[in-house]
């Protein structure tokens, strides 16, 4: 059994079609790169998967389980993380409460202590373990980022959709980044990640698959992908011939 | 220990206070059980969730209107178990189709179902039965009344304060703060939101039945007061609408003006309460608690610098 398949998925806006017949799986502890220009519909897949659009047709399944046709919470529920393209925190509970959200509700469905300890060991793993009672909404924009990453984590999730983690961060931040993320694919969780800072796709992800209006244009070794021609047309619009 | 202990001693305090005051004190004290109680359920629901619901009166009216219709037909506990019955009922009905609504919309809505519950008792009452008016004689004194106000309040504190230390209560406040945020955590929104603005609900229209004796004749027009609504909301933000306590500080002190301004000014104090309704909004959005908590959060600088 595939760990996640994606079965000509399709999401149209009126005229628009998103997302455009995907179909694209993943092995249970891959981390694939998933790239493409802007407005390609990355993003769009990404909601899909989480539920946080249904999708128009096609057919998305984790370990068996069905998720087109489910709610954000019960796709939650099913082992799926993610974090958002404009960061999303809650500003007026502390830390410790934003991270504890997922433990409690989320597929393992903890409370009290057990929820504390899972939370407060997401905190940890992005390095905010000492400002655990602080108000989320006094944080800076990169630990906003770590919150929003810690907060997944606690959800203890088996597939982990990051979109666009690593956008905005300073050289250093992105090092620190990186090695997370890295941290992260080494506890055996599938890990799907939008990026376009390509040195962090290189670094994080053996495989990668490119989106083009709403198509899948390429998926295989990341090397091989960024050196496609398809691709990079997609990337630098067509090129004339000389 | 002193947490429980306090309120403990308060309550039995507020308890034993209808023997030692004249009948214009316990008719206060019952005004102000009453809209504690409206003031905290409402919290309830709308403090965390930021979902402002003006549909307090739709639920406090029905209340008091089953006690109308049923004080001769069935014995006093039975007509208390029905309104709570009938106010579930209209909550869940009411929650399933408009808890999808966000922001205005919701409060519009809230706003509108208390007039079309009342236009529609008023059809009902004078195409159907062909009266309007209606006569409570129950046999219950106004010291009974209170008592029963004032349980109610505790069970809503009791139960507010048992909330915060649940998951549902934590889900509240994670939906008021982002519904997206929520959904993706795995909280199942449509389910929270419905369970407490139900038992929100359930509470208010109690609180109709328990206080509609007092007001002996009893018509749409008397009970659907949009001015309760408004109130109860006002007080909850006053106090703080997200605290276990908040409610009651609003709701305490605004009883007593809002008793003084319409005893002493009958005619002009409706402009009180929109003056009152700007300023809580502008000066205090987070409520009176909140508001001192900044104050000595502010007289302490060395003490904040040193946590940050």
């Known amino acids: ?242 | 220990m002193i947490r429980i202990a306090l309120p403990l001693a308060g309550l039995v305090l507020l308890a034993l206070a209808p023997l030692a005051l004249s009948d214009y004190g316990l008719g206060l004290l019952i005004g102000m059980a009453g809209y504690v109680t409206l003031a905290s359920s409402w919290a309830l629901f709308s403090g965390h969730t930021r979902y402002i619901s003006l549909a307090t009166v739709a639920f406090y009216g029905t209340g008091a209107y089953t006690v109308a219709v049923l004080n001769e037909a069935l014995p006093y506990p039975l007509v208390l178990l029905a309104a709570g019955g009938i106010g579930a009922a209209l909550a869940l009905l009411v929650g399933l189709s408009t808890l999808r609504l966000a922001g205005v919309y919701f409060v519009i809505f809230t706003f509108g179902l208390a007039e079309l519950v009342r236009q529609l008792i008023t059809w009902y009452e004078v195409t159907i039965t062909g009266t309007l008016g209606r006569y409570i004689f129950l046999d219950i004194t106004p010291a009974q009344i209170y008592w029963q106000l004032l349980a109610l309040a505790a069970l809503t504190l009791a139960l507010t304060a048992w909330m915060h230390r649940r998951p549902l209560g934590l889900a509240l406040r994670v939906i008021g703060d982002d519904e997206v945020v929520a959904a993706h955590a795995g909280i199942n929104l449509a389910r929270v939101k419905l369970v407490a603005f139900t038992l929100s609900a359930t509470i208010i229209t109690l609180a109709g039945a328990i206080a509609s004796p007092r007001w002996v004749y009893v018509e749409p027009a008397i009970v659907f007061n949009p001015t309760v609504s408004f109130l109860t909301v006002i007080m909850a933000l006053l106090g703080g609408a997200n605290r276990l306590w908040g409610p009651l500080l609003g709701a305490v002190p605004l009883f007593l003006l809002f008793e003084y301004l319409s005893v002493h000014f009958p005619d002009t104090y409706p402009i009180f309460l929109g003056a009152l309704f700007i300023a809580v909004v502008f000066v205090l959005p987070e409520g009176v608690l909140a508001g001192l908590e900044k104050l000595r959060l502010r007289r302490r600088p060395t003490t904040r610098e040193a946590k940050a």
């Open chain 1, 1 to 242: 059994m595939t760990f996640l398949t994606i079965d000509k998925a399709v999401k149209q806006f009126g005229g628009l079609r998103a997302v455009d017949g995907v179909s694209l799986s993943l092995e249970a502890g891959e981390v694939l790169g998933l790239l493409g220009p802007n407005g390609s519909g990355k993003t769009t897949l990404l909601n899909l998967i989480s539920g946080a659009l249904p999708a128009t047709s096609g057919r998305i399944a984790l370990n068996g389980t069905v998720l087109t046709g489910r709610r954000p919470d019960q796709i939650a529920r099913a082992g799926v993380a993610r974090t958002f393209q404009l960061v999303r925190i809650l500003p007026s509970l502390t830390l410790m409460e934003n991270v504890m959200i997922p433990a409690v509700f989320g597929h393992r469905a903890h409370w009290g202590a057990a929820a504390e300890t899972v939370a407060r060991d997401a905190l940890e793993a992005v390095g905010l373990g000492a400002r655990a009672q602080g108000i989320a909404g006094d944080l800076l924009y990169l630990d906003q980022k770590r919150l929003e990453l810690a907060r997944a984590l606690a959800a203890e999730p088996e597939l982990l959709l990051l979109d666009e983690w690593l956008a905005g961060l300073n050289p250093t931040e992105l090092q620190e980044g990186i090695e997370l993320i890295r941290s992260l694919a080494g506890r055996g969780l599938g890990i799907i990640m939008v990026e376009h800072i390509m040195e962090a796709v290189r670094a994080l992800c053996p495989r990668s698959a490119v989106m083009n209006s709403g198509r899948l244009i390429a998926d295989g070794p990341t090397g091989d992908v960024l050196s496609d021609p398809a691709v990079i047309a997609a990337y630098l619009g067509e090129v004339e011939d000389a």
